[in-house]
């Protein structure tokens, strides 16, 4: 047998399960293997004791920075303080421009029209979170109102939230019903489902979870809001990158994920780099299907390209805030 | 963007620069001598030989052959400390010895473990993560007991032996010298220790560590040599316990010439240890279960989990995954913080592995090997996995101690218990599954002394481990690892 042959295997063309009733998607989703908590943590924390050094160290820097998706979502958000992201986004570092651009800026609905005129046709998307981000309580139709908006205003990425409530009750049909209504409504925006592992709280959950967003047509699958006590851990990302890899070898169809949540230094995105690089390879290893969604992450990948380059620390206030 | 269709992906395609732990570190001395009574000292007959670096062949250090002379002086040595100091020494003093020797550990944890890859070839994340940290917990799990003898279920004020003359293996060096003696000097006993030919290095350190803890002189003494070292420890009048771990022909032996003494024994031996897989484990767990099973050490594991009972209705996509995960080790200087894969301790080691798994394919299994890169010196031997094996196979007979698997499969929990249980061995078992009930059923009857459930490969000095039939008697861990050292 030769190398190739051992690799994660993509068929070449999309058979994803149409999903006709409740009780098919509970088949199909209770059908999964269970994980095991204790080997997913063993596994994750093994990965990361990866020692990532020198040229590596470098590339895999300015591979982290373009997978950013620098992130604003406070109540207090100006339109000022999204422009001063959006000049961020696209000049990292203004003094010296081989620094990527990051993947997309992200904020809330109504200020998707501010970032979108600000970043006219550069090289950064704009993702907006939608469906009654962060709870997720509001009706359906308010819901794909809020994603309405936010693409008509210029969205090309929608990152919505899935009722966590009608998820552990039980209730999966409509889980996957609102994610299919979403995901009509984006159109051409992407639309990345956030699954808020922190309520979901067990791995089978969040497998579960994950194969049942992307069987309804999610682009992305993200593990958090931010906005909770628990966000991404090393071992929800394993399990979501397992996730995608399996979904991706039963259908053909290849889904990113998107970690969000307290990924605060270079350190930690390098961790979920090696996840990603020894679970699912290199087809995801590029911003079209790998995110971190982070807003005090970008400046620490700045400082330690820096340290790289020159062998000392600058100052933190080197970097702009906001 | 969702759609596109990407070409099959290789795992492991961000190349890792070499990240290589520092050799200096180990501050490794040209030669050593026997430590004994308390200090080091040139053997009588002046012999020596060499240990080398598997990974590469060069010369680490020399190392002195003792003779029976020597053994001799060390036995006496530790008769001497044993009658008028360490059997009068209380437990609560004993314990403030065993806890400072593993702080010691700790502190010069780093050192120990590039020592321990330098000579015995494993990946430097092992001997960092297990076996180093893992030797230091032994010295303080067993601190806390040696004031506590009269709870341990033994009686009141249970006894010492005396004199234990104890055998480590090369598979764990410094882990196999810290589960012999913790023990054996928190029940009150004095000790000759005889570290394998190949790894003496890291015992060598430890006597150093003992003598900065100001153990008494006498009550550890380390001769290193070959066989005849170890055949003069067992033989020794002297020596009132014979503790030993390695191969099962050499046990034998043991077992033999000390039937006609008065000595104690306990045996760790040799095993071939099943993994028995169920269609309902948690696939994902269970893989690196596997992995973990075989290629941990480079499968130098007495207790690895070197067949693989699989459920015949997933026995393709286990095969299937196992094989993609197996391409993914990275094979090479152990040295390197992201090796997966060391070196074969020594020539002899690889000779064997090489003559078993060319059996196997004259046998008639299917062959995996990873397409790994060799480095060109040293002792190296690429993660293979062989399917279609059946119970006749000597692959599936007998002990490999490499990273070779073998797969056979199943169709009932009760063909897989009785398959699990048609060897000589009897040493460590695995189970995976997500039904207790399934789990716990197949544990109760399955003939081995250590039994995984959803894991393989754990360790903790807490738990006793040992084995059953010719995988040997006595237990070492716990509570039940005082029994040893402890006239009951």
Redesign the interface.
Same mark, same amino acid.
Do not use: F, P, Q
């Given at each position: 047998? +030769?190398?190739?042959d051992? $690799? !994660?295997? &993509?068929p070449?063309t +999309?058979t994803v399960p149409a999903v006709g009733s409740e009780a098919q998607l509970r088949a199909l989703l209770t059908a999964l293997? *269970? =994980?095991?908590a =204790? $080997?997913?943590e063993?596994?994750a924390a093994q990965l990361a004791?990866? +020692? &990532?050094?020198? +040229?590596?160290?470098l590339?895999?820097i300015d /591979?982290a920075i373009s997978m950013v998706d620098l992130t604003t979502l406070e109540g207090a958000d100006t339109p000022g303080r999204v422009s001063s992201l959006c000049a961020k986004a696209l000049r990292p570092d203004p003094r010296d421009l081989t620094v990527p651009s990051v993947a997309a800026v992200c904020v809330y609905p109504d200020l998707v029209a501010h970032a979108r005129s600000v970043l006219a046709d550069a090289p950064v998307a704009v993702a907006s979170v939608a469906t009654a981000f962060p709870s997720g309580r509001a009706s359906l139709n308010v819901k794909l109102l809020d994603v309405h908006e936010a693409v008509a205003a210029g969205a090309n990425e929608i990152d919505m939230v899935i009722d966590r409530g009608a998820f552990l009750s039980g209730r999966l049909g409509q889980v996957f019903d609102e994610v299919a209504a979403v995901k009509e409504t984006c159109g051409e925006a992407?639309l990345k489902v956030i699954l808020e592992t922190g309520e979901l709280v067990t791995y089978d959950n969040v497998r579960r979870a994950s194969w049942l967003a992307m069987l309804a047509g999610a682009?992305f699958i993200k593990t958090s809001t931010g906005k909770v006590t628990v966000n991404a851990t090393t071992p929800v990302a394993l !399990?979501m990158l397992?996730a995608v890899r399996d979904f991706a070898e039963t259908t *053909?169809? &290849?889904? *990113?994920v998107k970690v969000a949540g307290g990924i605060r230094n270079t350190k930690d995105a390098m961790k979920y /780099? !090696?996840l990603v690089?020894? %679970? !699912? *390879?290199? %087809?995801? /290893?590029t911003p079209?299907l790998f995110r971190f969604g982070a807003s005090s992450l970008l400046n620490d990948l700045l400082m330690q390209r820096l340290k790289q380059q020159r062998g000392a620390y600058v100052r933190p206030d080197e970097f702009s805030g906001d | 963007m969702t759609e596109k269709k990407l070409a099959n992906s290789q795992l492991g395609s961000l190349e890792y620069d070499p990240a290589p732990e520092s050799a200096s570190i180990a501050r490794l001395k040209p030669s050593y001598g026997l430590f004994i009574d308390g200090s080091f000292s040139d053997p009588s007959k002046h012999e020596q030989f060499v240990t080398l670096n598997p990974a590469n062949e060069e010369v680490i250090a020399t190392v002195a052959q003792a003779s029976a002379g020597d053994v001799d002086a060390a036995v006496a040595a530790a008769r001497h400390a044993y009658e008028t100091v360490w059997s009068k020494t209380t437990g609560a003093e004993r314990s403030k010895y065993l806890f400072r020797i593993a702080r010691l550990i700790q502190e010069r944890a780093r050192e120990l473990a590039v020592v321990e890859t330098l000579d015995n070839g494993k990946p430097i994340r092992e001997s960092r993560d297990v076996d180093i940290p893992l030797a230091a917990a032994h010295f303080f799990y067993y601190a806390g007991w040696a004031d506590k003898l009269d709870h341990a279920g033994f009686g009141a004020d249970p006894r010492p032996i005396g004199v234990a003359g104890q055998i480590i293996p090369w598979n764990f060096p410094l882990l196999m010298a810290a589960w012999k003696l913790a023990p054996a000097l928190a029940a009150g006993n004095t000790c000759v220790l005889k570290p394998a030919e190949t790894t003496p290095l890291s015992a060598l350190i430890l006597a150093e560590i003992l003598q900065q803890a100001e153990l008494p002189p006498g009550v550890v003494n380390i001769v290193t040599g070959n066989g005849t070292t170890g055949a003069a420890l067992v033989d020794h009048p002297g020596v009132d316990k014979i503790a030993f771990t390695g191969s099962t022909d050499v046990g034998r032996l043991i077992q033999q010439r000390v039937a006609s003494s008065q000595k104690r024994l306990t045996l760790e031996l040799g095993g071939k240890g099943a993994n028995i897989v169920f269609e309902d484990a948690p696939i994902d767990e269970m893989i690196e279960g596997i992995i973990d099973g075989i290629f941990f050490n480079q499968g130098h594991v007495c207790c690895a989990g070197s067949r693989l009972l699989v459920q015949e209705s997933i026995a393709d996509e286990v095969l299937r995954r196992l094989v993609r995960r197996v391409e993914q080790l990275r094979v090479g200087d152990p040295m390197d913080k992201n090796t997966d894969v060391g070196a074969i301790n020594s020539a002899a080691q690889l000779a064997r592995i090489q003559e078993l798994t060319a059996f196997g394919e004259g046998e008639g299994a299917t062959r995996y090997t990873s397409s790994c890169v060799l480095p060109e010196n040293g002792y190296w031997f690429a993660p293979t996995i062989f399917a279609d094996v059946s119970q006749s196979h000597r692959i599936a007979r007998e002990e490999i101690f490499g990273p070779v698997l073998s797969v056979l499969t199943f169709r009932t929990p009760e063909e897989a218990v009785a398959k699990a249980n048609n060897t000589n061995y009897g040493l460590a078992c695995g189970v995976w599954s997500e039904k207790g009930s399934r789990t716990l059923w197949v544990a109760q009857r399955l003939r081995a002394g250590v039994i995984w459930a959803n894991t393989y490969n754990r360790f903790d000095p807490t738990s006793p481990f040992g084995g059953v039939r010719e995988s040997g008697f006595g237990r070492e861990g716990g509570r039940h690892g005082l029994e040893a050292y402890l006239n009951v």
């Open positions: 047998m +030769s190398k190739d051992y $690799g !994660v295997k &993509i070449r +999309s293997s *269970g =994980v095991d =204790v $080997g997913a063993a596994r004791t990866r +020692s &990532i050094k020198k +040229s590596t160290k590339a895999a /591979l992407h682009d !399990v397992e *053909g169809r &290849i889904v *990113g /780099l !090696v690089n020894e %679970t !699912v *390879g290199s %087809t995801w /290893l079209d | -």
